[in-house]
Antibody, heavy 120, light 106 residues
Framework: EVQLLESGGGLIQPGGSLRLSCTAS????????MSWVRQAPGKGLEWVST????????YYADSVTGRFTISRDNSKNTLYLHMNSLRAEDTAVYYC?????????????WGQGTLVTVSS | SYELTQPLSVSVAPGQTARITCGGN??????VHWYQQKPGQAPVLVIY???NRPSGIPERFSGSNSWNTATLTISGAQAGDEADYYC?????????FGGGTKLTVL
């Protein structure tokens, strides 16, 4: 059974940094692209970032480019999102999502999400 | 940047057919995926690559995609299908979601 468990969310002041983690199980982690998708309170889904299975290629939404960094440790079956220079508009539930295959495929499994609140 | 347009809301009577559209420039040339999200829950994939159902998704969910509109069809809608539905595509290396459609079954 595929499981994705996010952690690391919380309350952070504007301009601060946070690292989210997503621990995966139930599949060969290194074989699949992984992504972060966020949802601001009461709003729709927004794609944030994707990393390929090897970790060599990364992709970002314009809204987070230069501030967020996606990475993975295939030896630990863990996906990360390093978030710097956080803004109020980054407040959202952050979901970890598994790609059905490589970049460009759908998100076939999702974690339950971790809430990030950026506020002073 | 590429944009996807969905109606804010769709209503359907129980047992009837609901159709949720997703508009985009030449979307027919892209693979469209659909997600269902119920309140307080993570999204669930219901259709991938235009018309494919993941295992465990009921046959009443189907999809199509042509020209500038992709459509999610729910045949014989049930109360349990009430949820927000999102379409999604890739525009080169950028993920794009539609704004979401709230389906009400009443």
């Amino acid at each position: 059974e595929v499981q994705l468990l996010e952690s690391g969310g919380g309350l952070i002041q504007p301009g601060g940094s946070l690292r989210l983690s997503c621990t995966a199980s139930g599949f060969t982690f290194s074989s699949y692209a992984m992504s972060w998708v966020r949802q601001a309170p009461g709003k729709g889904l927004e794609w944030v970032s994707t990393i390929d299975g090897s970790g060599d290629s990364t992709y970002y939404a314009d809204s987070v480019t230069g501030r967020f960094t996606i990475s993975r440790d295939n030896s630990k079956n863990t996906l990360y999102l390093h978030m710097n220079s956080l803004r109020a508009e980054d407040t959202a539930v952050y979901y970890c999502a598994k790609g059905l295959g490589s970049l460009g495929s759908c998100f076939d499994y999702w974690g339950q999400g971790t809430l990030v609140t950026v506020s002073s | 940047s590429y944009e996807l347009t969905q109606p804010l809301s769709v209503s359907v009577a129980p047992g009837q057919t609901a159709r949720i559209t997703c508009g985009g420039n030449n979307i027919g040339s892209k693979n469209v995926h659909w997600y269902q999200q119920k309140p307080g829950q993570a999204p669930v994939l219901v259709i991938y690559r235009d018309a494919n159902r993941p295992s465990g998704i009921p046959e009443r969910f189907s999809g199509s995609n042509s020209w500038n509109t992709a459509t999610l069809t729910i045949s014989g809608a049930q109360a349990g299908d009430e949820a927000d539905y999102y379409c999604q595509v890739w525009d080169s290396t950028t993920g794009v979601f539609g704004g979401g459609t709230k389906l009400t079954v009443l």
